[in-house]
């Protein structure tokens, strides 16, 4: 990368964050490291459901390097992990312990917790803890009946309920009534990092730390905080580099509250490492849901309403999540698609499973899967294409805003703006839908399962309601943007640089972008539901915009000229014509500093803070359309190609959306062919190594062919920025479905994800 | 996922290492070859074995001889030494192709064949390969040696004729005669992963007809073995479409497929009539 | 024998004496004793390929062996692809093709496909596939890794 490109907005530069990465110097939770600590590790719950009568530390204690093992007793006075939207007294009794106490609810539930001063040491103490559980029977079916979570309290927390409109009145009219029973399976996000905390209290300072953050540190420094009893201002939060967090990663966990009490009261700091076998039982599974859904349409196809009923299987615990999954699952079901009636229940089931909450798409990735069957099935009752179908009931670009009577993610559903129709005319023209359609007719005729499958989706961005950050130019003319965001891999820095360069006109790579920082700055949101981008980088264009203000201002009173006719090219600032004299931005802020002499009656520093508020989310965009071939002899499923049409309204590095579509995809398909967490009758799990555990390598992921448009800006923010940090992977669960079900046929059989070889297998032999 | 504590041995030559085996076998001691097996079942503390012999450093057992009669693979073979046009032959061709579907790159570089046959797990390549050639495995202990063939060798899932006092120093495989046409087909959710099932066939051509047969089943059942029921059915026929069709449908009925959560008898014995017949009409 | 010993491991040509029980894994000690935490720990039973090493040229799973065992050979991590401030062909090629994305398999893959090309500079499509199958990624889809390495071959080449 040389010359500069025209606008730092839109060029897919190379990314700020890759030269410690690829040459071995990254910091992450493992690399972290302090003088005299020790390491901690977890007893857990062998049982899925039992009754805990005893735990028996001494022979633990015993092994020489142990320096305590704590159970429930040792950590009394804390409170359980709150909810991240605060307090709610009806799911308040459903919160899990940092330690279990009675009862033990899954495989994997933190019993005990070891400190020694090595890991292995940890490991071979950890293993002999002697716990003594009365096994009671386990609960692995969300759909079956309830029992009993505690007294007076059932498996079933609540029911979700939404809806709008007269749901009977629209089935009572209907010319033609549609159901499909469908399921998607546990899977979650998997990182390749597992989870990391390192506790460590700063006794000079009076300052307690933890490392190892993610995803919300100002959040999580908030609830941590409340939990120990301790100022704000006595505790922040660090994060270093994070290998991936895709949802699971960054929500308090029993074992972060854990490494900061004993950083205290042991003296010394405390670092946990997850192992991967830890990981698959005890991190966030997701998106397990069991789904009745029924379609009333008129005799054109047109939706008239649907009333899905569902299941939603949480595992044994609520955790920080509350309800934001479930809830978003109802308030997005609908899709793109005109509906004037709707009714969703959702029962939100406890069982003897892992806990489950957010992964990538959440909510999304299923609903998608279940309406987008419910599109085909319709198409298939009346006769009529998957697209025709599709077609009659998009919401129109001239019907945006769209206000739809739900609410996701706490925010009532305003599709802001789209042209669903557009994107789908451009995804078939790309991919010569009807010539492949020809293709797969000529080549199933000569015996080949090939099948094509269509969805199409609306996604969510830039959850508000706002973010702040603040743009600094030091003397010597590098400049700093100090953000509240957080990075889990996905290129935040070079984003907000891109912005914050291009609003100040410096080059990208003079920007320094802080985040993770509790220390650095008061507030921030963090990053997840795609907002970053959205969110903290409007605001730092905001801070950097006030920032080039005060420049120039100050530059015309040295330059002699008016600021409305000053430039500023790659960070020096003159007149529009070119013409000399120059002053840099250095230069400038050196003209700021405090004691300068031709400050006059300016503030100090050459440096702003900018907010950036939104009244609502924002709403990408997508049409998935795949080809699949499927081997008759094995059930196997090979994907030929695949396309991505997705609209992010504005695309600040198109090289990096486009991986976060592509990475986004590897992980849909995993979730629709290979991924899954099992569980046997007794609630044991069975896919607790990454040899059961079946993510895509290089070998099973297609070439994806991907069309980024920006068709359709937000109207909620002046970049025009929609987000696609989970636009790949939403549809995915979908598009393949489809795809496999039409080459076995088109009759409907692909009603449960992940799609087996050896389910695909039993419907070719069968027919 | 880490070991529990061992001791460790490090023998220089295999009286040393079967004396040490002697000592220590009955005391919870295992070998260390490749440790692409053994290494992971220690992570997860599955194995726990009180003492490691580690053969890595024993040079006589790197060997990896041809003859005019057999192969013989020593215990430290690689699994990556096949992958190379080292040995001749159709026995060398066969092993050059079951080699790829075996893991990865990198667990090739270290993964042994003895290791594999030592611990005979019931998707292992290396154990259809023995079993379908009639291999013999070469047991050391202190006392003496001893030679077991393959049908006496594999007793179930994870279980050999091999003693606790015993090590496997090398396995020998019939060099195939000349013209042989071998073929192999595995399946497995993913390239490189435990196969659900595999089929090696092997025969040759003798006036335009199939003689000595071999069709050997692995990954469906307990260990790998051959099927008569399906070999019988290939002697002294032309290879054909219908030949090999018949043949594979009755190794599918002879099989006794292993069920789990994830794969039903049913669907392993049609995995078996699959690739039975994809081995035959793949063969070279 | 299962007490701590006294062992030297060569990494990147520098040499490291550390006294360590034989159960402690190579990963660990590259990491926690010579202080290489460049080499990453995604699973620890072999399959994710994050802890990938050079051992006398071969890639191999650094967790799938014992400290002990590396004794006298000679190991490169990721820490050794560069030469002074001049970065490897392969970490350029990462860096430009936007090969990484939270960057915790980077190394792993960077071992892997380095190891691959020094052996067959001429590796083909199909054979490069199959070779980086053999590590995980769960950010990037592949696509730029595949994207990155080829092009790596053909600068390794051109260099040579």
Known sequence: MTAKPASWIGASVERLEDLPLVTGRGRFAGDVSFPHQLHMRMVRSAHAHGRLRAIDVSPARALPGVVAVWTAADIAGLPPIEFREGPNAKLAPFRQPVLATDHVRYVGE?????????????????????????????????PAPTSEFSAGLTTEPTICRQGYGDIAGAFKNAAAIVELNLTIGRHSGVPLETRGAIGRYDAARDVLELHGAAKVPHRNRESLAQMLGRSPAGLHLYEAHVGGGFGVRGEIYPEDILVLVAAMRLGRPVKWLEDRREHMIAANHSRQQHHVIRAAVDAEGRLLGIDDEFFHDQGAYIRTHGT????????????????????????????????????????????????ERLMDAIARKLGLSRIEVRCRNLIGSDEMPHERPLVALGDDVVLDSGDYQGLLDKALARCDWDKREREAVERRRAGEWVGLGLAMYVEKSGLGPIDGARVNVHTGGEVEVITGGASVGQGFETVIA?????????????????????????????????????????????????????????AAQLLQADAASLTIVNGSIRRADGTEPAVSLGEIAHHLRPSSPTRGQRDPGLCADGWFTTKHMTYPYGVQIAQVRIDPGTGAVAVEKMLIAFDVGRAINPMLVRGQLVGGFAQGLGGALFEEFQYDERGQPLSVTLADYLMPTAREVPAVDVLITEDAP????????????????????????????DALGGNGLITKLPITPQAIKAIIDGQ | MKPARFSYHAPTSVEEAVALLAELGPQDGRILAGGQSLVPAMAFRLARPAH?????????????????????????????????????????ALLRKVVENIAHYPIRTRGTFCGSVANADPASEWCCVVAALDGVVVVRRRQGTRRVAAAQFYQGVMTTALQEDELVVAVELPMLP????????????????FAIAMALVAYRLENQAMAEPRVAVGGAEPYARRLPQAEELLRGRAPGAEVFAAAAEAAAAAVDPMEDINNTAAYRRALVRTLTRRALEGAT | MSEPCEITLRINGTEHTVTVEPRRTLADVIRDDCGQTGTHIGCEHGVCGACTILLDGEPVRSCLMFAVQARGRAIRTVEGLQ??????????????????????????????????????????????????????????????????????????????
Not at chain 1, 515 to 536: K, L, N, Q, S
Not at chain 2, 53 to 67: C, K, P, Y
Request: net charge neutral; glycine share 10%; hydrophobic share 45%.
């Open chain 1, 110 to 142: 933190p019993i005990a917790a070891v400190f020694a001063t090595d890991a292995y040491v940890a490991e071979d103490a950890a293993d002999a803890v002697n716990v003594d559980i009365d096994e009671l029977e386990a609960v692995v079916e969300a």
């Open chain 1, 498 to 554: 891109q912005v914050c360069a291009e609003t100040l006109g410096v080059d990208y790579r003079r920007v320094r972008v802080v985040h993770g920082r509790t220390d650095r700055i008061e507030y921030g949101i963090g990053a997840h539901a795609t907002r970053a981008t959205v969110m903290t980088a409007n605001a730092a264009a905001v801070a950097a915009a006030k920032v080039r203000a005060k420049a120039l201002e100050m």
């Open chain 1, 714 to 741: 937000s109207t909620c923010n002046p970049l025009g920025i929609k987000g696609a940090g989970e636009g790949g992977i939403a549809g995915v669960g979908a598009v393949i479905a489809s795809a496999v079900d």
């Open chain 2, 178 to 193: 000349q013209g042989t046409r071998t073929g192999f087909a595995e399946f497995s959710r993913r390239k490189g992963d």
């Open chain 3, 83 to 160: 030469r002074g401030d001049q970065l490897h062909p392969m970490q350029e090629a990462f860096m430009r093709h936007h090969a990484l994305q939270c960057g915790f398999c980077t190394p792993g893959f960077l071992m892997l496909a380095v190891g691959a090309l020094e052996k067959w500079p001429d590796l083909g499509d199909e054979q490069l596939i199959d070779i980086l199958s053999a590590n995980l990624c769960r950010c990037t889809g592949y696509e730029n890794i595949v994207k990155a390495v080829r092009a790596a071959a053909a600068d390794m080449k051109a260099r040579a």
């Open chain 2, 52 to 92: 490691l012999i580690d053969i890595n450093g024993i040079a006589e057992l790197a060997t990896l001889q041809a003859t005019s009669a057999l192969v013989s693979i020593g215990a430290c073979v690689r699994h990556a030494a096949f992958e190379s046009d080292a040995l001749p032959g159709a026995a060398g």
């Open chain 1, 324 to 371: 934001r999954v479930i809830d978003t699952a109802c308030g997005t079901l609908p899709g793109p698609y005109r509906l004037p009636h709707f009714r969703i229940r959702g029962h939100f089931r406890l069982t003897n499973k892992t806990p489950a909450a957010t992964y990538r798409a959440p909510g999304r990735y299923e609903t998608n899967f279940v309406r």
